[in-house]
């Protein structure tokens, strides 16, 4: 079967820095998205990652290792608005996206 | 930006009415258009792919008379929840993929957020 794996919820604190992990098997691969979603509206696109390696978007960073089914998305230089829920979807061998369950992300002052 | 639209925002309808909902790509053509649900404290569930001028494939578990969907042109879809029931109150995404693109990318719609009475 199909698996995705991240924490249920986290909680940091304004100005820090925080890593969620995503480990993931599908049936193939083709790359893997972290979205960020606030309660109540939709997902909002963060990145895509296909390659190994860490890719960098201004506060926010994604690293992918296709070897380990793992990949990470980290916040650094927390804010209060960035308390979401974050997503890590998988696009697997049919090109359809394989949804994490998602990671409550709490930021206290 | 690739932005996608969903009306309407929110619907309330009695129960046993249809309701439909749309989905546009505003500024690009979409081949494939997404159609999830989402459940209180769960992740998006995908219900079904919709490609241009073909039936929607749906996945496993979801009703295909009761949930209809038309992918009439490259920038149009509609999902419709036919004979409504309080059940079915969620709140519904859809997601388009740009045709052409070499990034495997889906655009959110802002999401329709059904209540049945």
């Known amino acids: 079967g199909q698996n995705i794996d991240q924490p249920t919820e986290m909680t940091a604190t304004e100005g820090a820095i925080v890593q969620i992990n995503c480990t993931y098997q599908t049936s193939g691969f083709n790359g893997l998205f972290w979205y960020q979603q606030h309660a109540g509206e939709a997902p909002t696109f963060l990145s895509y990652n296909v390659l190994d390696g860490l890719e960098e978007k201004g506060r926010f960073s994604s690293f992918l290792s296709r070897s380990k089914g793992y990949s990470y998305l980290l916040l650094k230089e927390l804010q209060m608005k960035d308390s979401a829920s974050y997503l890590c979807a998988v696009l697997d061998s049919n090109y359809q996206l394989i949804w994490g369950a998602g990671t409550k992300l709490i930021i206290k002052p | 930006g690739a932005v996608v639209s969903q009306h309407p925002s929110r619907v309330i309808c009695k129960s046993g009415t249809s309701v439909k909902i749309e989905c546009r790509s505003l500024?690009?053509?979409?081949?494939?258009m997404f159609w999830y649900r989402q459940f209180p404290k769960k992740s998006l569930m995908l219900m079904a792919t919709s490609n241009e001028g073909s039936k929607a494939t749906y996945e496993q578990g979801v009703e295909k008379d009761k949930f209809l969907i038309n992918h009439a042109s490259l920038t149009l879809s509609t999902l419709t929840v036919t004979s409504a029931h309080p059940e079915d109150s969620s709140f519904y995404i859809c997601?388009?993929?740009?045709?052409?693109?070499?990034?495997?990318?889906?655009?959110f719609g802002p999401g329709t957020r059904l209540t049945v009475l």
């Open positions: 997601s388009a993929r740009p045709a052409g693109r070499e990034e495997n990318e889906q655009f």
């Open positions: 500024d690009f053509q979409a081949t494939t």
